[in-house]
C-alpha cells in the first residue's frame, strides 16, 4: 500500500522548489478532501496520492504530479478553477479542469454524460497531452483498487478502461501502462477466462523460464567477448495477451513470444551485429523476423524481433535495442519527461505534434464530426484499431489501421496523390477503390493527370481522406 511516505521519499530528482509545490498540493488535497472516505474505508486523500506516486514513477514534472494530488478537488469539493489559479499557477488549474468530469446538469442522460466526457479526455491531446497521462495514472488506481466496488460498477468501469484507456495507454507508447490496465480489466469483465490464461502462465513461467537464464548467459558471454556491452532481460507474455492469442483461436505452440527475452546494447550497429550472433548461436524462425528500428511503430516503439528455437527446441521472442529505445519501449512518451528543462508543457506537446500522427488524426475527427457518438467511434476505428503494414513499390512501409482502402494510402502520402488517383495495384493485380488492404501488399496508385477519381467517400475510412474528397469534390 503507497501512502504520502512512499511518494515523498519518491521525489529524488525534483529540486527544492518543486518539492514544495508538491508538498503544498499535498496539503491543500488533504484539506480539501478531509472527511471524504473512499469505498475501501480509506481517507479519501490516498487516491490523489497514489495518483501522484504513480505520475513521480513515470518522472512527470512537478505540475503534472501537483495536478495529480489535486485531480479531484474540482469535481469532488468545492475548490474552483481561480483558487487552484490563484494558489498555484494556471499551468495546474488548466490540467485539474482538464481532467474534470463536464457536470451532470449539461446533459440529458448519464450516457450522454458519459459521451461528452470521453471526447473531452480524447481532444486533450491536442492540447496538453500531460492530461491524458494523469487520467491515465487515475484510472490504473481505480483499477487497482476496483474490488470495493458493486458488480456493476466494477464491469462499466473496467470496459471503460478496456475500450477507451488501454487503447490510450497503447497510442502514448506505455507498455507497462498498458498491460497493467490490460490485466486488470480482463480480470472484472472475464473472470473465468482470466484464471484460465493466468494458470497458462503460471506453469509456463515454472516450467520454462530457467531455460531463457542459458541463453541469457550464454548471448551475454559471447557478446562480452566482442567487447560489447550489453544488458539481458526475460519476459512472458501478460495474462491478457495470452486471453487475446487463445480467443483468436491459437494454440499455446504457435504463441512465438509467449516467453522473450530482451537484449539491450549501447547502438544501432551493435543491434545487427548482435541480431547475427543471435542467429549464429540459436535457428531462427525465419517468417518472425520484424525490424522495427528501420521502421518504427506508430507510437516510436522501436527493436529488432526474431524468433528463434531456445533451449529444448521451446521458441523465444528475442528483442534487441537500444538503451534509448528500450527507455521509451517502456515509457513511450513519458520517456520524453525531463525534470531538468523548463517548459514541459511545450516540450510534450511539441514531441507529440512532430512524432505521433494521432495528434492530427484526433484533430481531424474533431473537426469532421460534431456529434459525440460519431467523434468516438470514428477515434475507434481510425486510431484504436489494430494497424496494417502495407508497401509502396520503392518498398516504404505505410503503416494504416485496419480497415484502410488504397485511396486512404493514397491520402496518407499526399493530398494530390490522392485527388489524381484513377486506379490502383495491389501486389500486381487491379483492384477496386474500396479494396480492404491487407498487411504486406504492395501498392502502386495509378494517375493519368487528365481524368477525375471515381471515387467517393464511401470509399475511404479514415477522417483525412473524407475531409480531403469533399474539399476535392467542393473545387471541381
Ligand atoms: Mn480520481
Given amino acids: 500500500m503507497i501512502c504520502e511516505k512512499d511518494l515523498f521519499n519518491n521525489l529524488e530528482g525534483y529540486c527544492a522548489t518543486d518539492i514544495i509545490k508538491i508538498y503544498r498540493a499535498y496539503d491543500l488535497a488533504k484539506d480539501k478532501h478531509s472527511g471524504q472516505m473512499r469505498k475501501s474505508g480509506e481517507p479519501y486523500i490516498m487516491h490523489p496520492v497514489n495518483v501522484a506516486y504513480i505520475l513521480t514513477q513515470l518522472k512527470a514534472d512537478a505540475d503534472t504530479v501537483c495536478a495529480g494530488l489535486l485531480h479531484d478537488t474540482l469535481e469532488d469539493t468545492k475548490t474552483t478553477k481561480e483558487e487552484l489559479c490563484d494558489l498555484f499557477n494556471p499551468t495546474i488549474a488548466d490540467l485539474v479542469d482538464g481532467v474534470t468530469k463536464i457536470r451532470r446538469i449539461h446533459f440529458q442522460s448519464k450516457r450522454e454524460q458519459n459521451l461528452a466526457n470521453t471526447r473531452k479526455i480524447l481532444t486533450s491531446l ?3 497531452v500531460r492530461i491524458i497521462i494523469i487520467k491515465l495514472a487515475d484510472r490504473l488506481h481505480n483499477m487497482r483498487t476496483l474490488e470495493f466496488h458493486k458488480v456493476e460498477k466494477q464491469q462499466e468501469i473496467a470496459l471503460e478502461t478496456m475500450e477507451i484507456f488501454v487503447p490510450l495507454a ?9 498491460s497493467e490496465l490490460e490485466d486488470l480489466s480482463l480480470f472484472y469483465l ?50 491478457y495477451g495470452i486471453y487475446k492469442n487463445f480467443n483468436e483461436g491459437n494454440s499455446l505452440e504457435d504463441m512465438h513470444d509467449l516467453l522473450a527475452l ?13 541480431l547475427g550472433l543471435v542467429h549464429g548461436l540459436y535457428h531462427p524462425l ?49 520517456a520524453n519527461w525531463n525534470l531538468k528543462q523548463e517548459g514541459q508543457r511545450d516540450n510534450m506537446q511539441k514531441y507529440f505534434k512532430d512524432n505521433f500522427w494521432a495528434y492530427n488524426s484526433i484533430r481531424e475527427i474533431d473537426k469532421m464530426f460534431t456529434d459525440n457518438d460519431e467523434f468516438i467511434t470514428q477515434v475507434r476505428s481510425e486510431l484504436f484499431a489494430d494497424k496494417v503494414y502495407v508497401y509502396t513499390p520503392r518498398g516504404e512501409r505505410i503503416e494504416l489501421s485496419k480497415g484502410s482502402t488504397p485511396v486512404d494510402f493514397a491520402y496518407k502520402i499526399h493530398t494530390d496523390l490522392g ?3 484513377t486506379g490502383v ?12 488492404l491487407q498487411t504486406g501488399d504492395v501498392v502502386i496508385v495509378k494517375t493519368d493527370g487528365l481524368s477525375l477519381p471515381m471515387f467517393t467517400e464511401k470509399d475511404v475510412m479514415t477522417a483525412r481522406a473524407k475531409r480531403k ?8
Avoid at 497503447?170 to 498498458?178: A, E, M, R, T
Avoid at 530482451?262 to 548482435?274: E, H, L, Q, R, S
Avoid at 495495384?425 to 480492404?436: L, T
Fill in 126 to 128: 491536442t492540447s496538453d
Fill in 170 to 178: 497503447n497510442l502514448v507508447g506505455s507498455y507497462w501502462l498498458k
Fill in 190 to 239: 472475464k473472470p473465468e477466462e482470466y484464471q484460465k490464461a493466468a494458470e497458462v502462465r503460471h506453469k509456463q513461467e515454472a516450467g520454462f523460464m530457467f531455460l531463457l537464464d542459458e541463453m541469457m548467459e550464454n548471448i551475454h558471454n559471447e557478446l562480452l567477448s566482442k567487447g560489447i556491452n550489453n544488458k539481458m532481460d526475460k519476459k512472458i507474455k501478460n495474462i
Fill in 262 to 274: 530482451k537484449i539491450i546494447v549501447d547502438n544501432i550497429p551493435n543491434c545487427y551485429f548482435t
Fill in 286 to 334: 525465419n517468417s518472425r523476423f520484424k525490424d522495427y528500428i528501420c521502421i518504427s511503430k506508430s507510437n516510436l516503439y522501436r527493436s529488432l524481433h526474431t524468433t528463434v528455437f531456445g533451449p529444448q527446441e521451446k521458441l523465444v521472442q528475442t528483442r534487441i535495442r537500444t538503451f534509448e529505445m528500450d527507455n521509451i519501449a517502456y515509457n513511450g512518451l513519458t
Fill in 419 to 421: 485527388n489524381n488517383m
Fill in 425 to 436: 495495384v495491389v501486389n500486381g493485380k487491379e483492384v477496386d477503390f474500396n479494396y480492404v
Fill in 469 to 476: 474528397i469533399k474539399e476535392r469534390n467542393k473545387n471541381i
